[in-house]
């Protein structure tokens, strides 16, 4: 990404210094990738602020945690006041906002920016999301927004998200969302061939109709190409894949936050496990053995073409309803941190600089940009009139996939918990005034009630041998 980012500045007319510590990489770059191009290099870190013009903007791609500190602290003898550090890395927005502060006690400026796209993004234009100090966006603006993806009407993909770790943690919830979609994708995939044994070619036109609908996206644009991939023996390449998924980081990071503030991401929470469950191959494979469970096989729908159809279209719709439960979610979770830590985001904005570039980028998230154009203060996507229409037409077809592959031991577990979660937040009574009634009774926890105002809070002796005396009320 890093040789790909200096590529593309180039391109846009700025003159870049490049500098890895393995000095010989330097020099391939300069006689090979970078050769004819304005690109400088360095063989020292010296060297390269040497090359910078003031104020010296220096920005790192290097791995998340003690990499980045580490550099930091091999450029701050290195600059004057008023020179610019840039994480362009998946840091942690915690770590983020720490750096800021302590770059900034330096008489430095800090700017931690998520971005999104991959090598490819990185060389024809990313999603770019800077946070950090508001005093170095003005310095960068101009090359952040020159080297972005574009939507349509030539806005980028890329614009001020806010203080402190605010644009590493918008890019957090970008990669936790990313997770979801994937897992959504994989489930919509499992369903078609273990209950319709359909093959990699016949999957292959279905993500190519979907494509050009609603679901529109980048994620369902590879996923298509990816089951058109044949192998040298001329089965489907995806077929001789390992079942075991990795993962970098992002998307636990996500989770956790989520628990910090209490926000129910429970998709991306699935997402993130149902990849650690596929980490277990060895286990699995035994489990497989004795574990007995109804044949996932859907014979009767497979061997009709209307019911067959019918049923892909079933799928189709419980994929976009859950991918709309996945963003409410993530929604959820932006605007709990943001009160958290002070940021003022700009919803919108955030969906516009999704838009393109990033790997989550899709149609869908002009819909979102829109509600949040015409809502601001929208406390929720669900509670949007596009959005609630959207789910109330797909919401017989959701039901129908989740409830026939509980049936038919198919896992997913990403449909069920957004169904689960949509089903609890339109629930204006839940049962946890029992939840509420079982820590009283054995925590003394105490309780509010119904027919008193909200804050009042009472213990009841319920076996008569406790005592009056009620434990502290407090929220973790």
């Keep these: 990404m890093g040789q790909n980012l200096i590529l593309n500045m180039n391109d846009h007319g700025f003159k870049v210094v490049a500098y890895n510590r393995t000095v010989e990489k330097v020099d391939e770059f300069l006689a090979q990738e970078a050769k004819g191009t304005q690109v400088l290099g360095a063989h020292s870190v010296a060297e390269m602020v040497a090359l910078l013009k003031r104020p010296r903007r220096v920005m790192m791609l290097v791995k998340a945690g003690k990499a980045v500190d580490e550099f930091i602290e091999q450029l701050i003898p290195q600059l004057e006041a008023g020179d610019i550090i840039i994480d362009g890395g998946n840091s942690l927005f915690e770590d983020t906002i720490r750096r800021t502060k302590y770059v900034e006690s330096k008489g430095l400026l800090y700017i931690g920016t998520g971005v999104s796209g991959g090598e490819e993004g990185a060389r024809r234009g990313p999603s770019i999301m800077p946070g950090g100090s508001p005093a170095a966006w003005p310095h960068v603006k101009d090359i952040f927004q020159a080297v972005s993806a574009k939507v349509a009407d030539g806005s980028p993909c890329c614009d001020w998200v806010g203080e402190g770790g605010a644009g590493h943690y918008v890019k957090m919830v970008h990669n936790g969302i990313e997770y979801g979609d994937m897992q959504l994708i994989c489930e919509a995939y499992n369903i078609m061939k273990s209950g319709l044994g359909m093959s990699a070619a016949e999957m292959h036109e279905v993500f190519k109709e979907w494509n050009t609908g609603e679901l529109d996206s980048y994620l369902i644009e590879i996923t298509r190409d990816i089951l058109g991939v044949k192998d040298a023996d001329g089965t489907a390449l995806v077929d001789n894949i390992l079942d075991t998924a990795g993962q970098k980081g992002t998307g636990k990071w996500t989770v956790v936050s989520s ?16 990849r650690c469950v596929s980490a277990l191959k060895d286990e699995r494979v035994k489990a497989a053995r004795k574990l007995k469970g109804p044949r996932p096989a859907l014979t009767g729908i497979a061997a009709n073409p209307e019911k067959k159809k019918a049923f892909i279209n079933d799928i189709r719709d419980a994929l976009y309803a859950s991918k ?36 989550i980028r899709s149609v869908f998230l002009g819909k979102i940009k829109e509600a949040f154009d015409k809502n601001p203060k929208l406390a929720n996507l669900l509670l949007d009139d596009y959005f609630r229409g959207e789910i109330k037409r797909c919401q017989k077809g959701w039901r129908n996939i989740v409830a026939t592959a509980a049936k038919k031991g198919i ?11 949509y089903d609890q937040y339109r629930s204006a009574v839940l049962p946890a005034n029992l939840l509420q009634a079982q820590r009283d009774y054995f925590g003394a926890h105490t309780y509010e009630r119904v027919d008193r105002p909200r804050g009042e809070f009472f213990h009841t002796n319920w076996t008569g041998r406790g005592g009056t005396t009620a434990s502290t009320t407090y929220t973790v």
């Excluded at 910090?260 to 997402?271: H, R, V, Y």
């Excluded at 940021?343 to 600089?353: H, K, V």
């Design 324 to 359: 709309i439960i996945s963003y409410a979610q993530g929604y959820m979770l932006m605007r709990a941190a943001a009160a958290e830590h002070k940021w003022n985001l700009n919803y919108g904005g955030i969906a516009l600089m999704w838009r393109g570039g990033c790997i």
């Design 259 to 274: 628990q910090d503030l209490g926000i129910p991401i429970t998709l991306i929470a699935e997402a993130v496990y149902s």
């Design 411 to 421: 896992p997913a577990p990403a449909f069920a918990t957004a169904l689960a979660f």
